[in-house]
């Protein structure tokens, strides 16, 4: 039987990707967590266990079961078999696994920042897939909101950038001036952005 992989992050977002039969699905006892790692200016978009959180996201096939490729995508993760944790529509159900970032990866502090151009990506994807309420949810269930945000919407460092609506900006942007994360200028920046 084929394999699946549950996305949680850009993989929500169908332009980022050609991946077959990708559908809704949650992933039961994780919640999001923007990460720090050495070597990188920016963060990563991660999961860690919490019995009491439930995220949203994306299956989808894994091409010709060949996880080669998609590891690839997902450097710096590892992969791990979701076993029942992925409530979806699928039958029979099929392997599923998801992606992390190590725990001994991560680092405390540093002067990481968020991409805008990436969360705006994440987001335009929630907004298709579940809505509105579904973008509060990410938000919701996302830790890590005292990481600075760089604002590289103008000049965009996310390779898989993408071009959002004045609708899907105004929800990105409230939900960010709700949760009073910092937004940071380009100017601002000291990093290289480096190691996409």
Known sequence: MTPYFFGYGSLVNRNTHAYPDARP?????????????????IVYLSV????????DGLIAAVP????????????????????????????????????????????????HVILLSYLDVVIQGFLREFG????????????????????????????RHQTLTAEETAVVDHHVKRLSARV????????????F
């Open 25 to 41: 699905a949650r992933l039961d006892g994780w919640r999001r967590r923007w990460v720090r790692t050495e070597g990188r200016d």
């Open 48 to 55: 860690v266990q919490d019995p009491a959180t439930r995220i």
């Open 64 to 111: 010709g079961a060949d996880w080669a490729a998609l590891d690839q995508r997902e450097y710096g993760y590892a992969r791990h078999a979701s076993g029942g944790a992925v409530v979806h529509d699928l039958v029979p159900a099929p392997d599923i696994a998801h992606y992390a970032i190590p725990a001994e990866s991560t680092v405390d502090s540093g002067d």
């Open 132 to 159: 509105t309420d579904g973008a509060a949810r990410f938000f919701d269930t996302t830790d890590g909101w005292d990481t600075p945000i760089l604002d590289d919407r103008k000049a965009p460092l996310y390779p």
């Open 184 to 195: 940071k200028q380009r100017h601002e920046a000291t990093f290289a952005a480096k190691n």
